[in-house]
């Protein structure tokens, strides 16, 4: 069971599994940070437009008057990893001049089961109370499809449904802004649809915005770069994200300090680093996307492979059968045997 209030929101002492539901954070991050696809920015601005606006339509145009729930905005972010959502959360909450309180439901859920639903019900109260922006990462682990469930997992379904509805509810009677973002936009329960207001779509980045974001992630005059480093070659060579590039920054940098400069040569990145440190970074994404129990190719060898294991599993079967019927007959022999010596 969870401690006091304070406490599951991480404003009091507690232990350090606890500390990491849920974080209360001061943003720093503006837009003019974040590099994004003229598209989503477009979005973004639409959607910062309804928080500031909010007042003026629900208030002095009356709208709140004639709409008694659903006067909150959630906003869905969704996206591949490494795309800006989570900075953008923080860049509206910096733009409105509120705190972001950033939920990893997640660790919530695993920590307190079968208290998951008052947990939300309990974040979204903290949330009106601070007047501040709500921020749901990896939200498709709270805002799953509803399912029935078997007779072997009816214990969990009940409480995910259950979960699903209480986060519904709150949204209906929230009059703050509410921030998802997701990988897996489409595992969302349809409930959800009418509830959020608008869907902002992150995409993965072009050329253009990809040597942006490779400038902002140095700093233009600490930073030691070589002449020959060249950001718009980076950008058409590698098709990464944000996240992908800001890691590969960070190699490069590690590598460029820890080698030992030529004489009279000061120490610097230089094009190959960056490089190297992009290819190492891609060469892990696609180890992390491998499976350990990838199908197999079906070729003539594993069919005849297959059907040489069948058989031999039916001939130890048919074997086995054989043994248990000679032993049950061997058993019942001795004791017809021993009931005629015995007569």
Same mark, same amino acid.
């Given at each position: 069971?969870?401690?006091?209030?304070?406490?599951?929101?991480?404003?009091?002492?507690?232990?350090?599994?606890?500390?990491?539901?849920?974080?209360?954070?001061?943003?720093?991050?503006?837009?003019?940070?974040?590099?994004?696809?003229?598209?989503?920015?477009?979005?973004?601005?639409?959607?910062?437009?309804?928080?500031?606006?909010?007042?003026?339509?629900?208030?002095?145009?009356?709208?709140?008057?004639?709409?008694?729930?659903?006067?909150?905005?959630?906003?869905?972010?969704?996206?591949?990893?490494?795309?800006?959502?989570?900075?953008?959360?923080?860049?509206?909450?910096?733009?409105?001049?509120?705190?972001?309180?950033?939920?990893?439901?997640?660790?919530?859920?695993?920590?307190?089961?079968?208290?998951?639903?008052?947990?939300?019900?309990?974040?979204?109260?903290?949330?009106?109370?601070?007047?501040?922006?709500?921020?749901?990462?990896?939200?498709?682990?709270?805002?799953?499809?509803?399912?029935?469930?078997?007779?072997?997992?009816?214990?969990?379904?009940?409480?995910?449904?259950?979960?699903?509805?209480?986060?519904?509810?709150?949204? +209906?009677?929230? !009059?703050? @802004?509410?921030?998802? *973002?997701?990988?897996? #936009? /489409?595992?969302?329960?349809?409930?959800? %649809?009418? $509830?959020?207001?608008?869907?902002?779509?992150?995409?993965?980045?072009?050329?253009?915005?990809?040597?942006?974001?490779?400038?902002?992630?140095?700093?233009?005059?600490?930073?030691?770069?070589?002449?020959?480093?060249?950001?718009?070659?980076?950008?058409?060579?590698?098709?990464?994200?944000?996240? +992908?590039?800001? !890691?590969? @920054?960070?190699?490069? *940098?590690?590598?460029? #300090? /820890?080698?030992?400069?030529?004489?009279? %040569?000061? $120490?610097?990145?230089?094009?190959?680093?960056?490089?190297?440190?992009?290819?190492?970074?891609?060469?892990?994404?696609?180890?992390?996307?491998?499976?350990?129990?990838?199908?197999?190719?079906?070729?003539?060898?594993?069919?005849?492979?297959?059907?040489?294991?069948?058989?031999?599993?039916?001939?130890?079967?048919?074997?086995?059968?054989?043994?248990? *019927?000679?032993?049950? #007959?061997?058993?019942?022999?001795?004791?017809?045997?021993?009931?005629?010596?015995?007569?």
């Amino acid at each position: 069971m969870p401690g006091t209030f304070l406490e599951f929101l991480g404003l009091a002492p507690q232990s350090p599994a606890k500390r990491a539901t849920v974080d209360v954070v001061a943003p720093s991050r503006t837009f003019a940070e974040v590099i994004l696809p003229p598209a989503t920015r477009r979005t973004l601005e639409q959607a910062l437009g309804q928080v500031r606006n909010h007042d003026l339509i629900f208030r002095e145009w009356g709208l709140g008057e004639r709409h008694a729930t659903g006067l909150g905005l959630a906003f869905n972010f969704a996206g591949p990893p490494g795309t800006g959502k989570t900075i953008c959360a923080e860049a509206i909450a910096h733009a409105l001049g509120r705190k972001l309180l950033v939920v990893r439901y997640a660790e919530m859920e695993s920590m307190w089961a079968g208290e998951t639903p008052k947990n939300v019900a309990a974040v979204f109260r903290f949330a009106a109370e601070q007047g501040a922006v709500l921020f749901f990462d990896e939200a498709d682990a709270i805002a799953a499809r509803r399912s029935s469930a078997g007779a072997m997992d009816q214990g969990y379904q009940r409480e995910q449904n259950t979960t699903v509805n209480v986060l519904l509810r709150e949204l +209906e009677s929230f !009059n703050g @802004v509410v921030i998802f *973002a997701t990988n897996l #936009a /489409a595992n969302f329960d349809p409930a959800f %649809e009418r $509830r959020i207001r608008t869907h902002v779509l992150f995409e993965r980045p072009g050329a253009a915005e990809r040597e942006q974001i490779w400038r902002v992630q140095v700093h233009p005059d600490k930073t030691p770069l070589a002449g020959d480093v060249d950001f718009m070659v980076l950008a058409e060579e590698f098709d990464a994200t944000g996240g +992908e590039i800001k !890691n590969a @920054v960070l190699k490069a *940098a590690a590598v460029a #300090a /820890a080698e030992t400069p030529l004489e009279d %040569e000061p $120490r610097a990145i230089h094009q190959r680093h960056f490089q190297q440190a992009m290819h190492d970074v891609l060469s892990a994404k696609a180890v992390m996307r491998q499976s350990l129990f990838e199908k197999q190719e079906d070729t003539t060898e594993t069919r005849v492979t297959r059907a040489i294991e069948d058989a031999q599993a039916r001939w130890t079967a048919a074997m086995r059968m054989t043994l248990y *019927a000679a032993g049950a #007959a061997l058993v019942m022999a001795a004791a017809a045997l021993g009931l005629i010596i015995f007569r």
